[in-house]
C-alpha cells in the first residue's frame, strides 16, 4: 500500500509514494508481460475464434488461481457487497477490456492495439479525483504528459496505414474499461486475497463471455495446431495468472496512477514483442517515443503526492 509519513501535530498525513527498486522491477515485468499478451493473443487468433479463445483462456486462468489462492489459505469474500465488486471488476477488466480487444485484433496490429491500450493511465488520471483524493503531484502529471507524448509520436506513426476504424473503436471502449477496473481495485475492498481476487473475477469474466461464444462461434472453427497450443498456455499462464496477480498487487503497492504509468511502456514492449515474433516493422520513431515514455514514468514515480492517501474503502 502507499506509505506515508507520521502526521505532524495538528496537520494531516500526506502521502508518501515507495521509490524502491521493487516497484519499479514489478512494473516494468508487469508491462512486458502485459504487452506480450497482444502478441500471443494474435498468433492463436490465426486459429482460433477470439471469444471462445477467450472464454476458454478465462476460465482456466482462473480456475488456476482460485487453486492457488486456496492452497495459500486464501478464502472467498463472505459479503454481496465484496462479491458484486468482484463481478464488477471482472466484467471491466476481462469481458469487457479484453474481449473487445481480442475482437478487434482480428482485424488489426498487436501492435496497435498495444499502443491504445497504453493510454489507460491518461484516464485513471482524469477520473482517479471523481473516486479519492489521491493525487500524484504537478510532477506526476508531467510524467503522465510526457508519456503520453511518446504513446502519440509512436501511434502517429503507425496509424497512416489502413487501420480498421470499428477495430480501434472496440479498443477504445475497451481500454476505458479498464480504467474503471483499474480504480476499482485501487478503492474497492474485494473481501479476499490476491489469488482469489484474481481466480474470481476472471471466472466472471469467462461466465459472462461464454454465452456470446457459443451463441456466435462454432468449435469446428477451432484449428489444433502447435503454435496455438503454445500461444494459449503462454498466454493463461503469464499474462493470465502471473501479470494479473502482479498489477493488483503494484496497483495495492503504489496506487492506481503510478501503477498505471506502467502501461506507458506497452507501446515499446508490444511493439517489439512483435516485431520478434510476427514481423511487425519497428522504427527509429518507435525507440524514441519508448524513450520519451521512459522518462515520463520516471517523473510520476518520483512525484509526490499532494493529498492525504485514502484506503481502499471497508464494508462496515
Given at each position: 500500500m502507499t506509505s506515508s509519513q507520521p502526521a505532524a501535530a495538528g496537520k494531516p498525513a500526506v502521502a508518501r509514494p515507495p521509490r524502491d527498486a521493487a516497484a519499479l522491477a514489478m512494473g516494468v515485468a508487469f508491462a512486458l508481460m502485459w504487452s506480450s499478451a497482444f502478441t500471443s493473443a494474435k498468433i492463436a487468433l490465426a486459429d482460433a475464434?477470439?471469444?471462445?479463445?477467450?472464454?476458454?483462456?478465462?476460465?482456466?486462468?482462473?480456475?488456476?488461481?482460485v487453486a492457488i489462492g486456496l492452497a495459500l489459505g486464501q478464502r472467498p469474500p463472505r459479503r454481496a457487497a465484496q462479491w458484486g465488486r468482484l463481478v464488477l471488476l471482472g466484467l471491466c477488466q476481462n469481458s469487457v477490456y479484453l474481449g473487445l480487444f481480442f475482437?478487434?485484433?482480428?482485424?488489426?496490429?498487436?501492435?496497435?492495439?498495444?499502443?491504445?491500450?497504453?493510454?489507460?493511465?491518461?484516464?485513471?488520471?482524469?477520473?482517479?479525483?471523481?473516486?479519492?483524493?489521491?493525487?500524484?503531484?504537478?510532477?506526476?502529471l508531467a510524467g503522465l504528459l510526457l508519456g503520453f507524448g511518446g504513446v502519440v509520436a509512436i501511434m502517429a506513426d503507425r496509424l497512416g496505414g489502413n487501420a480498421d476504424p470499428l477495430g480501434i473503436g472496440l479498443c477504445l471502449i475497451g481500454v476505458t474499461a479498464l480504467a474503471a477496473a483499474t480504480l476499482l481495485v485501487r478503492h474497492g475492498n474485494m473481501g479476499t486475497g490476491l489469488f482469489m481476487m484474481v481466480g474470481l473475477q476472471m471466472l466472471v469474466g469467462g461466465a459472462a463471455l461464454a454465452p456470446f461464444a457459443f451463441a456466435g462461434e462454432r468449435f469446428d472453427q477451432i484449428v489444433p495446431t502447435?503454435?496455438?497450443?503454445?500461444?494459449?498456455?503462454?498466454?493463461?499462464?503469464?499474462?493470465?495468472?502471473?501479470?494479473?496477480?502482479?498489477?493488483?498487487?503494484?496497483?495495492?503497492?503504489?496506487?492506481?496512477?503510478?501503477?498505471?504509468?506502467?502501461?506507458?511502456?506497452?507501446?515499446?514492449?508490444?511493439?517489439?514483442?512483435?516485431?520478434?515474433?510476427?514481423?511487425?516493422?519497428?522504427?527509429?520513431?518507435?525507440?524514441?517515443?519508448?524513450?520519451?515514455?521512459?522518462?515520463?514514468?520516471?517523473?510520476?514515480?518520483?512525484?509526490?503526492?499532494?493529498?492525504?492517501?485514502?484506503?481502499?474503502?471497508q464494508d462496515q
Open positions: 475464434p477470439p471469444l471462445l479463445l477467450l472464454t476458454a483462456r478465462f476460465l482456466l486462468s482462473g480456475l488456476i488461481a475482437i478487434a485484433m482480428t482485424t488489426i496490429p498487436a501492435g496497435l492495439a498495444a499502443i491504445i491500450a497504453s493510454a489507460m493511465p491518461l484516464l485513471v488520471a482524469a477520473f482517479g479525483p471523481l473516486v479519492s483524493p489521491e493525487r500524484i503531484g504537478a510532477g506526476g502447435w503454435s496455438l497450443a503454445a500461444a494459449f498456455a503462454y498466454t493463461t499462464l503469464v499474462p493470465g495468472v502471473i501479470a494479473t496477480w502482479l498489477w493488483f498487487a503494484l496497483i495495492g503497492r503504489i496506487g492506481a496512477a503510478r501503477a498505471s504509468a506502467f502501461h506507458f511502456l506497452n507501446p515499446g514492449f508490444g511493439v517489439a514483442v512483435a516485431w520478434l515474433l510476427l514481423a511487425e516493422p519497428i522504427g527509429l520513431i518507435d525507440v524514441l517515443g519508448v524513450a520519451v515514455v521512459a522518462a515520463g514514468i520516471l517523473l510520476v514515480q518520483l512525484s509526490r503526492a499532494g493529498a492525504a492517501a485514502r484506503p481502499p474503502a
